[in-house]
């Protein structure tokens, strides 16, 4: 029987059918093979100096390298090379669909280390939660998040930048990066939105938390945090495997409309803002997202599975149908984009369904957004996060965290 060889150089991934795993050992300290096949557990482990000999005994039918381009991203990602892999058949085409394929459904050792991440990361945002202050810095909060993630959980890395937005930076789906990189001065009055997550053994985490900076929501800021969270919980109880995610966007983007029409920011059938898109001025990007080794993880649009062209929809990094095993992100948010708000206010087809002057009070506002990670089951879904989520939870929360942290500055003499 012909086989396939896999070659890998310091990560093993799940292994496809009638594949042989072999590891290309190039650590700096020398442990014996065997070693490495044990911790790996691989079918065999070699020297990467003996390479092209060991695989040269084997007479493979056909050699298997990766490469491929990952769908979300664009990036390509480089097939391994050695010296006198051209006397092999080689084949760099079949494994990047296996590949992302074992990637989507999660094995159960994989989903034990996802939770771990979550559990971590939830902790650490409720560090956050508890030491915010009005006249600090968001970086503060970055580097109280890093600085747990990796004490207490051994997490070295985050998953992506992290994105402590606050006030209108709330409203900046991916602020944070180096051209604005959390250095505002959180204000009293604003809605802070951190999106941060560890990482643990290459797996990621992806959670948001919305709050304001000094413990208390306005009542706007309740009606628009209540009204993302309906559309997370109606998501959650939806979720089962067979679901269309495409579908799971449109239920969130529907309350959304339904709930704004209720703040009195739009008016009119709602079933005609869907037709015309309007969900998407308060919510440009999808729904959510797979979610492992990679934040917005690989596989999202297999051979088959086609991107809606529609707004929103289109940002989707998976139009799949959920599959016991899944773990995905469930992040619905409204924000007050200006430039969105202006566009649709400009164009009749929207603008018909816009309070103007109700959303005057909204502008500037910014945004919030609640994300979540799931893991798909064979009846709904596990919640791998683990944060306060009503707004009575975050205010009870927030509370406690502040007279605690008085009663320490309190005990070292120094009084606020
Ligand atoms: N943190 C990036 C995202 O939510 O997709
Ligand atoms: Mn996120
Ligand atoms: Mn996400």
Redesign the pocket.
């Known amino acids: 029987m012909s086989r396939r060889i896999q070659l890998f150089c310091c990560r093993v991934e799940k292994k496809p059918r009638d594949t042989v795993l072999i590891l290309v050992l190039c650590f700096a300290r020398i442990h014996p093979p065997e070693f490495f096949k044990n911790k790996y557990a691989v079918d065999e482990a070699h020297y990467v100096t003996e390479i092209s000999n060991v695989l040269a005994l084997k007479k493979p039918a056909v050699l298997l390298t990766l490469r491929g381009v990952n769908t979300d991203s664009g990036n390509v990602s480089k097939e391994a090379s050695f010296e006198g892999i051209s006397q092999f058949n080689v084949n760099n085409k079949i494994l990047h669909p296996e590949i992302a394929e074992c990637r989507v459904i999660k094995t159960d050792m994989e989903l034990e280390v996802l939770r771990y991440t979550n559990k971590i990361s939830s902790e650490a945002h409720k560090e956050v939660m508890k030491a915010v202050k009005v006249g600090m810095k968001e970086y503060e909060m970055e580097s109280l998040f890093q600085h747990y993630c990796y004490t207490r959980g051994g997490m070295r890395h985050t998953s992506?930048t992290c994105?402590c937005g606050s006030g209108e930076n709330s409203s900046v789906l991916?602020y944070g990066h180096a051209g604005a990189p959390n250095d505002k001065t959180i204000e009293d009055g604003d809605l802070c939105l951190f999106?941060m997550?560890g990482e643990y053994y290459c797996y990621g985490s992806?959670i948001?938390c919305t709050f304001p900076a000094n413990g208390k929501f306005t009542a706007d800021q309740r009606a628009v945090y209540e009204a993302v969270l309906k559309a997370s919980r109606a998501v959650m109880k939806a979720v089962k495997p067979g679901v269309s995610w495409p579908d799971m966007h449109r239920l969130a983007d529907r309350v959304h409309l339904e709930e704004l029409t209720r703040i009195g920011i739009l008016k009119g059938n709602v079933d005609d803002m869907v037709k015309v898109h309007l969900g998407a001025i308060f919510m440009p990007h999808g729904l959510g997202?797979l979610l492992g080794i990679d934040?917005?993880d690989v596989g999202g649009y297999p051979e088959g599975v086609e991107r809606i062209d529609e707004p929103g929809l289109r940002s989707l990094r998976t139009a799949r149908r959920l599959q016991q095993g899944m773990v995905l992100?469930i992040?619905p948010g409204i924000y007050f984009i200006e430039h969105l708000l202006e566009q649709a206010l400009q164009d009749p087809a929207q603008s018909c369904f816009i309070n103007s002057s109700v959303l005057q009070r909204f502008r500037g506002f910014g945004g919030v957004r609640i994300?979540d990670d799931i893991a798909v089951t064979a009846t709904g879904m596990e919640l791998l996060t683990c944060v306060p989520r009503t707004v009575e939870e975050i205010e009870a929360f927030m509370a406690e965290g502040q007279s605690r942290a008085k009663s320490f500055d309190c005990l070292s003499g120094q009084k606020q």
């Open positions: 992506y994105i991916h999106d997550g992806d948001t997202h934040v917005h992100t992040e994300e």
